[in-house]
């Protein structure tokens, strides 16, 4: 039986030679609407597999909890923006974000569930630190409800692009162990950034 490893082979390779999209953070002086918030979020690998991994985590579950964690993980992802919009002060935000790819890939790679109000509290925590991270950086000029309205609306599609790939791989949980480490191993990339 052949084993198809190009897949994984240019994952990798996209992670190291892509370091750039390590991070993606407001960038001042550039427009910011709805398109543009609907696009930050797929510009970032750090946001992108965050949140892919919110929905793929959720879809390990069964029942109601496959879409109440993701909307767990939107609703304090848009009080943490507020947040951050406010000028509250959320430390360490960055090693938050950071945290939240290597405790989700974990739990996807090993395949631990928790009790929903526990799972629900983890993707919370971590969602708080990606809303502040971008509410904190939004420059005054930008329309915080329009650019808000698209980081959520993208924010869902990841979380669904999760969830769909999780039920559609849950036979195969080599497959989907594979995506949760690789998921935790790039959390190294912003440890060190």
Same mark, same amino acid.
């Given at each position: 039986?052949?084993?198809?490893?190009?897949?994984? /082979?240019?994952?990798?390779?996209? +992670? &190291? #030679? @892509?370091? *750039? %999209?390590?991070?993606?953070?407001?960038?001042?002086?550039? $427009?910011?609407?709805?398109?543009?918030?609907?696009?930050?979020?797929?510009?970032?690998?750090?946001?992108?597999?965050?949140?892919?991994?919110?929905?793929?985590?959720?879809?390990?579950?069964?029942?109601?909890?496959?879409?109440?964690?993701?909307?767990?993980?939107?609703?304090?992802?848009?009080?943490?923006?507020?947040?951050?919009?406010?000028?509250?002060?959320?430390?360490?935000?960055? /090693?938050?974000?950071?945290?939240? +790819? &290597? #405790? @989700?890939? *974990? %739990?996807?790679?090993?395949?631990?569930?928790?009790?929903? $109000?526990?799972?629900?509290?983890?993707?919370?925590?971590?969602?708080?630190?990606?809303?502040?991270?971008?509410?904190?950086?939004?420059?005054?000029?930008?329309?915080?409800?329009?650019?808000?309205?698209?980081?959520?609306?993208?924010?869902?599609?990841?979380?669904?692009?999760?969830?769909?790939?999780?039920?559609?791989?849950?036979?195969?949980?080599?497959?989907?162990?594979?995506?949760?480490?690789?998921?935790?191993?790039?959390?190294?990339?912003?440890?060190?950034?």
């Amino acid at each position: 039986m052949r084993k198809n490893l190009s897949t994984p /082979l240019l994952v990798l390779g996209l +992670l &190291l #030679v @892509l370091p *750039g %999209l390590a991070s993606a953070h407001i960038l001042p002086g550039t $427009s910011h609407g709805l398109q543009d918030g609907f696009l930050h979020p797929l510009t970032g690998l750090d946001h992108l597999l965050a949140m892919f991994a919110v929905g793929l985590w959720a879809a390990q579950y069964r029942g109601r909890a496959v879409w109440m964690i993701p909307l767990t993980f939107v609703s304090v992802m848009v009080l943490g923006g507020i947040m951050g919009v406010c000028g509250a002060y959320v430390p360490g935000a960055e /090693l938050g974000i950071a945290a939240s +790819l &290597l #405790v @989700l890939g *974990g %739990l996807i790679a090993t395949t631990t569930r928790f009790k929903l $109000s526990s799972s629900m509290l983890i993707v919370g925590f971590f969602a708080l630190f990606h809303g502040y991270s971008h509410g904190h950086e939004m420059p005054a000029a930008v329309s915080a409800v329009s650019f808000s309205v698209g980081f959520v609306l993208a924010t869902l599609l990841l979380h669904g692009l999760g969830i769909a790939a999780g039920l559609y791989l849950q036979k195969q949980q080599r497959v989907i162990a594979f995506a949760g480490s690789a998921i935790a191993l790039c959390s190294i990339f912003f440890f060190l950034n």
